[in-house]
């Protein structure tokens, strides 16, 4: 495998990126660590002529509290004690991300936009021609669910569900000018694995804002994967909250690694403010949960054992979570 030819264009500030995206238009990828999008070249898959590098852009660094620099780096993030300490579910999931050399590189904006994953399209061209390509790249048909219409592709990032469960926002900035909007609106549900995001064309992820009550929400991300020291999630659940007594004051639950998009489900756990969180409690959320996501064949785990895993996960994210932890 070997990268094709490209152009590089390393811009040092924000508007000349934007111009330079304008200017490139549906002819560039951005590129932060590149330990998703290179190795997706290397297969050749969705090449484009142009890559404009986003490492010399510095309001896309830094990092506080209550802002991450999109291209703040993963390693960076987990040593930083702080943050450890505000956010533990975030902790939890920078722990999971791949393996510590991947984390030296990545970063945060990659890993909130990294591309779905499916194991037909995570393949090298040959392999991929072999079976007349699909509708992720270079082909027409899907072949997890036989149609022409949709991909399935999941995903496959761990940081989403964290960021979600502590009500995360994005500042983004591109041709039309610069918006916030709630993480979860970053991720398009009615898109999906190929429409997976609704960002619009040519913007950047600048950062991550979190909202001053997200620091000290008690939580734990528990990832379901094939080899713990290394694989992309299979499941990924994540909890956060805060509790008095034994009543819950605040919930939210995001489960990642199932379908084309990360989701949390406030309208299940919003009723529980105020109520004990008891087992039986916990036990009909985490079913309920697992009845409205359908992971399908594109991972190498069956689907119905990751179904059946995610009410386990869910148990045991909110038994961890809880001021007197598990039973
Ligand atoms: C062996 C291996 C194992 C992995 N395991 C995991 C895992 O377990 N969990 C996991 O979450 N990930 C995993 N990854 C995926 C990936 O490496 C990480 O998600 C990483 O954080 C991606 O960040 P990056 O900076 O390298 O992104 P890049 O590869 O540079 O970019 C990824 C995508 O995001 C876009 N992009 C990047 N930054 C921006 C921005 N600021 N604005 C707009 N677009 C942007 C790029 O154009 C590209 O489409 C794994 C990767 C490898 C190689
Ligand atoms: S889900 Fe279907 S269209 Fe999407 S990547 Fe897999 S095979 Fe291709």
Known sequence: MHLDPFELHRPT???ATVGLARSLAGRFNYLAGGTD?????????????????????????????????AMERLADLEADPALRAA???????????ATPLVRASGTLGGNLLVETRCFFFNQSYFWRASLGFCLKADGDR???VPQKERCYATHSGDLAPAL?????????????????????????????GIRRTTLRPGEVLVAVDLPADAAGRRGRYKKLRVRPSYDFPELGVAV???????????????????EPFPRRFDELTDPLVGAPLDAGRIATLAEEIGRRLRPVHNTFLLPDYRRRMIPVYVRRAIAESRPWGPP
């Not at 190795?39 to 802002?67: Q, T, V």
């Not at 956010?87 to 999971?96: C, S, T």
């Not at 956060?240 to 199932?258: F, K, N, P, T, Y």
């Open 142 to 144: 899907c072949h997890v």
């Open 87 to 97: 956010y533990p579910v975030l902790a939890d999931a920078l722990g999971e991300v």
């Open 240 to 258: 956060a909250g805060r509790w008095d007594d034994a009543r819950v004051d605040e919930l939210r639950v995001a489960v990642g690694g199932v």
């Open 13 to 15: 500030s924000l508007e």
């Open 37 to 69: 999008l290179l190795p997706n070249y290397k297969m050749h898959i969705n090449l484009r002529d142009h890559l404009i590098a986003l490492d010399r852009i510095p309001e896309l660094y830094g990092r506080s509290e209550r802002r991450l620099g």
């Open 164 to 192: 979600l469960a502590l009500d995360a926002s994005v500042e983004l900035a591109g041709p039309d000018g610069r918006r916030t909007i709630p993480l979860g609106a970053l991720y398009d549900a009615e898109g999906d």
